[in-house]
């Protein structure tokens, strides 16, 4: 059965950092565009970031553009998400994906099976 595995959320306070992960169990994640996307209560889901299969080009969302890094370990067939100087408006949980469609201006999901994400709360 193929799933996608998060992890790596939890509490910290404005301006920390967390690094997500999202681990595949039964595919190759180099093989898919893989991306991290994240919803809040009351809010719609919103793609944050993206990797290519082909080249690993990355996208990002306005929201998190120069605060976030996202990089696929092929050896740990895992994709991870850096988040940096959080902002009280980034906790969410946060959910990855492999039914993605990215470009330079948009990360779009594709399907509509999700796991159990990871939340992350920002809070002093």
């Known amino acids: 059965q193929v799933q996608l595995v998060e992890s790596g959320g939890g509490l910290v306070q404005p301006g920390g950092s967390l690094r997500l992960s999202c681990a595949s169990a039964?595919?190759?994640?180099?093989?898919?565009?893989t991306a991290w996307f994240r919803q809040a209560p009351g809010r719609d889901r919103e793609g944050v970031a993206c990797?290519?299969?082909?080249?690993?080009?990355?996208y990002y969302a306005d929201s998190v553009r120069g605060r976030a890094t996202i990089s696929r370990d092929n050896v740990q067939n895992t994709v991870y998400l850096q988040l940096n100087s959080l902002k009280p408006e980034d906790p969410a949980i946060y959910y990855c994906?492999?039914?993605?469609?990215?470009?330079?201006?948009?990360?779009?999901?594709?399907?509509?099976?999700w796991g159990q994400g990871t939340q992350v709360t920002v809070s002093s």
């Open positions: 990797i290519s299969s082909r080249n690993g080009a990355t």
């Open positions: 994906s492999k039914e993605v469609f990215c470009t330079w201006n948009r990360i779009r999901a594709e399907g509509n099976s």
């Open positions: 039964g595919f190759s994640l180099d093989r898919y565009p």
